[in-house]
């Protein structure tokens, strides 16, 4: 056993990277489910997010169209969700699952050709100075720009939320939507720009894990972090600051999982890669004893003639 | 029990049924467990496939399914090529052993071929690759490029096999340099790029300066390419997209020649059943190009290596060489035998850490 031969500051700079796919998609279904509305299609938006991310960057040589791309393709396919649940009032939980299991059939067919191909490679943020910087330089200052766009959009969200009105109108649609119809709120209008929210961000970390943090494409190469998003938010007790932290604690285990093992550490590695999922969960349910509950309305349909 | 039965009668069907055509192209069905387009080991297995077609054009039909996972699920697969009239069947992972087994049984005039496994049947032959002889090639070139004196190493399962790869490379990167260290991490897959991408950074990031994988995806070259100062070698396939650097050179599996023999076999009526284990010699592991990145005197070196495995004047386990715990396994000068070889779960002295069980 080795274990000094674990640098912590590449340690948290790595574990900043492998958190940063599921902060997007929980920070998407976050606002979601603040709306009222249960989407368990994360995990398909996600994988749809990643490989049209994936083959936009390789037909255009460019990673930042291919991020458009992939919000393009999440909120798109979240689109489909939204009418049906919206307008044809389908279950939530039935269409978030079927959501699912066609991302993840829809992506296999459309990454047929890009199995095996190199994409082009995202330009890491280097400030002068700053990146250079002991300790501090590749932790703050030299990541990919996505990466801070995550942490920016947990913030916003948060501030959004917390002090704006539109936070407050999507907040009231989702603790009581008659309540907000009766105060001339568009219920069905509100819900579908957030279900869309919500989708983008599952595309943008999709198409994290697709061009940054492999980079490759492969069917199925989400591998449940959509599930675990979904988790978090509600272990996260729907606030923005605690879905950044269950994020970085899921990704820093991850990491540090790997990190043991390359150091020889005799514990069992069916122990180490169960570690990430049981802490996150034991660490988070200890946070959220606080008592704030779910959205009121969360998972149930709206109709304004009912 | 009525399944069995009615699988076993349809069998019988097939079997008359292609008996009486003689005419009938010979299918020949493929079972891969990752996907065509890995650019690895599937890759390789496909091109094997795509040699047979060339060789024998209208007169094989080939079918294969990619992506089957090992396990239950590969058993519905085998089943159902067998049933659509398949007469020869290989299934090109180690983790179709049981299955394979299980299907021939039911299935006696459908001969199946076993890609690295141990067991056989009237109608399943196994058949694999030394390629532990391109470990000991890719350890020598490890062990001389190495500056950290620290290689990573990715495995996919504790299984003989990646074993044997282990032993290997690290036997002859300590012969050139006594001072090299391995660190190794179990992956647990043979085929999931993202945790690949994962171990090949932690391992550099804790110093290894080369990353040989037993794992099937470029993945791990990606990382270190984006990583700088850090040599690759292409596993099953040659991947010299990533040459020269940071893919120095790689083990290619060649499995045409072996296809071809066996489909003519089965054309002929000559198939039967066997162990066949070839290493660079008989060209079913090939060393892909040793890129400009290896200095003059260690590529020399590694050909030597490689030639020398080739004419048989060399075994990659050559004692002496102790076990793990320090316990005599090989006295000096002596061979391993390849029963040893081919059931290998024990490290040699100098590897640390213990084997997932």
Not at chain 1, 140 to 144: A, E, N, V, Y
């Given at each position: 056993m080795d274990l000094s031969a674990i640098n912590p500051v590449l340690l948290i700079a790595s574990l900043m990277v492998a958190a940063t796919p599921l902060l997007f998609a929980a920070i998407g279904e976050l606002v979601v489910e603040k709306s009222g509305v249960l989407n368990l299609g994360v995990e398909g938006m996600m994988i749809i997010g990643a490989v049209a991310g994936f083959a936009t960057a390789v037909e255009t040589g460019s990673p930042m169209l291919g991020f458009v791309a992939a919000a393009g393709a999440g909120a798109g396919l979240s689109v489909l969700f939204a009418v049906l649940t919206q307008y044809a009032q389908a279950n939530q939980v039935a269409s978030g699952l079927s959501l699912t299991l066609f991302g993840l059939g829809l992506s296999a067919l459309m990454g047929q050709s890009y199995v095996g191909i190199k994409p082009p490679q995202m330009q890491k943020l280097d400030i002068p100075v700053l990146s250079d910087l002991p300790v501090v330089g590749p932790i703050?200052?030299?990541?990919?720009p996505l990466l801070y766009v995550a942490i920016a959009l947990i913030a916003a969200v948060w501030a959004v939320i917390k002090f704006s009105r539109i936070g407050l109108v999507l907040r009231a649609v989702g603790e009581n939507h008659d309540a907000a119809h009766a105060l001339g709120y568009k219920v069905v209008r509100i819900r579908i720009i957030a279900i869309m929210f919500g989708g983008g961000c599952a595309g943008l970390g999709g198409a994290y894990i697709s061009l940054i943090r492999v980079p490759q494409w492969t069917e199925g190469m989400t591998a449940g972090i959509g599930w675990i998003a979904l988790a978090l938010v509600v272990f996260a007790s729907w606030k923005p600051w605690r879905v950044l932290l269950g994020a970085y604690l899921f990704g820093g285990v991850t990491v540090v999982q790997l990190n043991l093992q390359a150091a020889g550490v005799a514990i069992p590695v069916e122990y180490l890669a169960m570690s990430p999922y049981l802490i996150t969960i034991l660490v988070l349910v200890i946070l959220s004893a606080d008592k704030s509950s779910a959205p009121a309305a969360l998972g149930r349909n709206f109709h304004a003639a009912r | 029990m009525k399944l069995t039965n009615l699988m076993t009668s349809a069998a019988m069907a097939f079997g008359l049924a292609t008996a009486a055509l003689a005419d009938d192209p010979t299918k020949v069905g493929f079972v891969y467990v990752g996907p065509v387009g890995d650019g690895g080991w599937t890759y390789e297995h496909d091109q094997g496939r795509k040699a047979v077609v060339a060789e024998f054009g209208d007169k094989v039909e080939t079918v294969y399914v990619e992506n089957v996972a090992e396990g239950p699920d590969a058993e519905r697969v085998i089943t159902q090529m067998a049933l659509q009239g398949a007469d020869l069947i290989f299934t090109t992972s180690f983790g179709y052993m049981d299955p394979t087994i299980n299907v021939a049984a039911k299935f006696p005039n459908v001969r199946f071929e076993h890609a690295t496994g141990y067991k056989q049947a009237d109608n399943v032959a196994t058949y694999s690759a030394r390629f532990y002889e391109g470990r000991a090639v890719q350890g020598t070139i490890a062990g001389h490029m190495t500056k950290s004196n620290i290689v990573g190493y990715i495995g996919s399962y504790p299984i003989p096999e990646v074993i044997r790869g282990i032993n290997s490379a690290y036997i002859h990167a300590k012969k050139v340099n006594p001072d090299v260290e391995f660190k190794i991490v179990w992956a647990f897959t043979w085929f999931d790029p993202a945790k690949e991408a994962d171990a090949a950074k932690v391992l550099i990031e804790q110093g290894a300066d080369v990353i040989l994988q037993h794992t099937d995806s470029t993945a791990p070259q990606a990382a270190a390419q984006a990583a700088g100062n850090v040599i690759t070698f292409g596993q099953a396939s040659d991947m010299s997209e990533y040459g020269p650097l940071p893919r120095v050179s790689s083990i290619i599996d060649d499995w045409a020649p072996y296809y071809i023999a066996r489909t003519q076999a089965v054309m002929d009526g000559t198939w039967v059943s066997g162990n066949t284990w070839d290493g660079i010699g008989a060209g079913m592991v090939g060393i892909g190009e040793i890129s400009d990145a290896v200095p003059t005197d260690v590529k020399e070196a590694a050909l030597a290596m490689k030639a020398a495995l080739a004419d048989g004047s060399y075994h990659a386990f050559t004692g002496p060489i102790n076990k793990q715990d320090g316990s005599a396994w090989l006295a000096d000068g002596e061979v391993a035998d390849d029963g040893t070889l081919a059931g290998m779960s024990f490290y040699v002295e100098g590897i640390e850490g213990d084997i997932p069980q």
């Open positions: 703050l200052f030299g990541h990919d | -």
